[in-house]
């Protein structure tokens, strides 16, 4: 499957943007997917992650109540909505699958646990 991400950009603290990572060349239902951000000499971490059929999610505890993962398989893509943003979450946000249509996917929380990759969305919020 490929991925591309989108919807990064230049925003106040406060402020909100939604990333969309759009699938395409396999059954974009038989995956479950996650955001993954990373900063400059960092790791790469997950933020959320999402089930096949989005029944299930899980976040990383520093974006809990202010993000929101969600997936729309009949358009093949998922969303990262994302409220009152600080400085701190400023990254490069990455979407990700993992083959998998077990609800137990999004307890999977390293990136060599996913196996596709989008290319990296800048997100920049400004104190």
């Known amino acids: 499957v490929q991925l591309q991400a989108s919807g990064g950009g230049l925003v106040q603290a406060g402020g909100s943007l939604r990333l969309s990572c759009t699938a395409s060349?396999?059954?974009?239902?038989?995956?479950?997917m996650g955001w993954f951000r990373q900063t400059p000499g960092k790791e790469r971490n997950l933020v959320a992650a999402?089930?096949?059929?989005?029944?299930?999610?899980n976040y990383a505890d520093s974006v809990k109540g202010r993000f929101t993962i969600s997936r729309d398989n009949a358009k093949n893509t998922m969303y990262l909505q994302m409220n009152s943003l600080k400085p701190e979450d400023t990254a490069l946000y990455y979407c990700?699958?993992?083959?998998?249509?077990?609800?137990?996917?999004?307890?999977?929380?390293?990136?060599?646990?996913?196996?596709?990759w989008g290319q990296g969305t800048l997100v920049t919020v400004s104190s």
């Open positions: 999402i089930s096949w059929n989005g029944g299930t999610t």
């Open positions: 990700a699958a993992r083959q998998s249509f077990s609800s137990s996917s999004v307890y999977y929380r390293t990136a060599s646990d996913y196996a596709y």
């Open positions: 060349g396999r059954t974009f239902s038989g995956y479950g």
